[in-house]
């Protein structure tokens, strides 16, 4: 069991809820999409869940720590593709720095990300017939993912493309690169700054390139005032003269055919303007993993679409309602209380049969010896009752409206006569709830009885069942008792069903779930175990059968 609680912690809404809830940020899981708005997280829902978690939550990390701490109008500063590019680069790097910095344990699901992300070959290395804007692009994020993250998996890439740069771009530029990187790179501290850095770095290149103009045009003037007549300075240009003819033609694509000099006297723009100008750039490798994931997301049994939020959390219900409201309710918790609790104490008197083998004699049955029946040892068994832990789930949607009455009192019914039940506690939640998709009405340990008006709740809104039910299997998972109960009642009419069946296949795995239909038995199209009540009247008997059947007395 200890495994069983283990695997639901490690269900992927549950994890992905409780990110959200430790990154502050919201967080919905969809059947078909990847995502992000610059304030909601969406995640998909994957086939290849075993395979593809670790890879989910390191794209779920790098996404929080942008809602947390990008702001996403900064780009619309970039006055180039190259410059947004730069800046988007060395923002995700400060951002996964910070985040790994905070919360430690996303490096893991970080590392394995990019991992993933070089292995499916979504960030080459430079290559030498790349134009020279994309050749930088690729240089740098692996220099820096691999210096600055310690992505391993791009150490390789850095050295490959590192290779080519150096056939590209001026020598001066490295140097002047070099203590950018280093005096700057650690001092980030908003997007504003990487902005500010990728513009310096595009400086940097122009201010390299005109010093390498500089000492090649002094270098030339040497060379004339070196030369011993105008015979030999002529024999000289007519030499460079048949070398150029006799070259590969270059229309200045690729600077490293101009003889390893990337400032050739005929381009009409230079190095760092032709960087400026190009928009074809390398698609950025964390978009292309949406991509990939959005492809790998599994739809549900219909193929529909569905979503559900995994922190649409409100705050405590605070009711103050008529507990007159519950008296059926009270009443049949009182009946209910004493049957169960009379059936769990016939269950646990001890058996007792006679063995061929033990250590206490009855000796009543000493006789029997001599007739060659060796039966006189005594063995006994107890009845061992596993501690349960019970979360009760109450709609209290619009729709219930005509019958919230029945479901109150049946709500507060079964958390009275299960907090009695030895080794028993129970928690009990409405959906929807205040400022949220569902709130706890009593959390586990707190009193029924002292709290009573919390279960007289009102009808309004929709029908959010399965974020309330992803909020149940959070709570319960979080609980040491070995047996785990959910119990639902409702009209059986949720805003998706979809996401309903999901999961229900899901935490049917770890937790029995029982649903109680009020007065419908559309509970039957979503759940195994289902019974319905469609009168008070029929409280008493269908909360025993219900309660009963997971305390195992029936």
């Known amino acids: 069991m200890k495994y069983m609680q ?9 994890v992905a809820a409780a990110y959200g809830d430790q990154f502050g940020v919201n967080v919905v899981l969809s059947g078909s999409d990847a995502y992000t708005d610059g304030k909601t997280i969406v995640i998909p829902l994957l086939d290849s869940m075993s395979e593809m978690r670790d890879v989910l939550f390191g794209y779920l990390a790098h996404e929080a720590a942008h809602v947390r701490d990008s702001n996403f109008d900064v780009c619309s500063q970039c006055q180039s593709a190259i410059e947004k590019t730069f800046t988007n680069l060395l923002e995700d790097i400060r951002i996964e720095k910070l985040i790994q910095e905070e919360f430690p344990g996303t ?69 002047r690169l070099d203590g950018l990187l280093g005096k700057y790179v650690p001092l980030l501290s908003t997007t504003d700054d990487c902005l500010v850095l990728a513009r310096a770095i595009l400086k940097a290149l122009s201010d390299a390139e005109e ?20 015979s030999a300075g002529n024999q000289g240009c007519s030499q460079s003269q048949e070398e150029e003819e006799n070259s590969p033609p270059n229309d200045g694509s690729n600077p490293s055919m101009n003889g390893g000099n990337p400032l050739n006297e005929g381009d009409k723009q230079s190095l760092g303007e032709r960087l400026c100008n190009e928009t074809d750039l390398p698609v950025d490798a964390i978009s292309q993993l949406k991509e990939n994931l959005t492809a790998q997301a599994q739809k549900d049994n219909n193929g529909e679409r569905f979503t559900i939020d995994a922190t649409g959390v409100g705050s405590d219900a605070l009711n103050a309602g ?9 009443l049949a918790s009182s009946v209910i209380r004493s049957r169960l609790l009379g059936l769990l104490q016939a269950q646990r008197k001890t058996k007792q049969w006679l063995h061929t083998k033990g250590k206490k004699v009855d000796g009543k049955r000493i006789t029997r010896l001599a007739s060659g029946d060796t039966r006189v040892f005594i063995q006994r068994e107890e009845h061992r009752q ?3 832990a019970v979360h009760v789930l109450l709609d209290a949607s619009g729709s219930m409206a005509p019958i919230q009455d029945i ?28 400022d949220g998709e569902v709130s706890p009405v009593i959390r586990r340990g707190q009193p029924v009885r002292a709290n009573l008006g919390r279960f007289a709740v009102c009808s309004s809104g929709g029908t959010p069942l399965s974020e309330a039910m992803l909020y149940a299997a959070r709570e319960l998972a979080q609980s ?20 309903v069946k999901y999961l229900e296949k899901l935490i049917s795995n770890y937790v029995d779930i029982y649903a109680i239909g009020i007065c419908s038995n559309a509970v039957n199209q979503y759940f195994k175990n289902w019974t319905v009540i469609n009168d008070v009247k029929e409280l008493q008997s269908a909360l025993f059968d219900v309660a009963g059947k997971f305390l195992n007395v029936n």
Request: glycine share 6%; proline share 6%.
């Open 480 to 499: 040491k008792r070995e047996r785990k109960v959910l119990i639902i009642i409702t009209d059986g009419a949720p805003c998706n069903g979809a996401s």
């Open 407 to 434: 479901a109150n009192q049946a709500t507060v019914s079964l958390a009275l006569a299960v907090s009695s039940i030895p080794k028993c506690d129970i928690a009990s939640s409405m959906f929807p709830g205040h």
């Open 107 to 175: 490096q893991f699901t970080l590392d394995t990300m990019w991992t993933y992300v070089v292995e499916k070959g979504m960030c080459p290395p430079s290559q030498p017939d790349q134009n020279e804007a994309s050749q930088l692009c690729q240089y740098l994020l692996h220099r820096l993912r691999s210096g600055e993250l310690g992505r391993s998996a791009s150490t390789h890439l850095a050295t490959q493309s590192q290779a080519v740069v150096e056939n590209t771009f001026p020598k001066g530029f490295f140097v």
């Open 386 to 388: 596993p501690e349960t």
């Open 322 to 330: 008529d507990t007159g409201t519950l008296e059926s309710g009270i």
């Open 211 to 230: 010093e390498e103009r500089a000492n090649q045009e002094q270098d030339g003037e040497t060379d004339l005032n070196d030369q011993p007549g105008s």
């Open 6 to 14: 283990s695997a639901l912690e490690r269900a992927l809404p549950i």
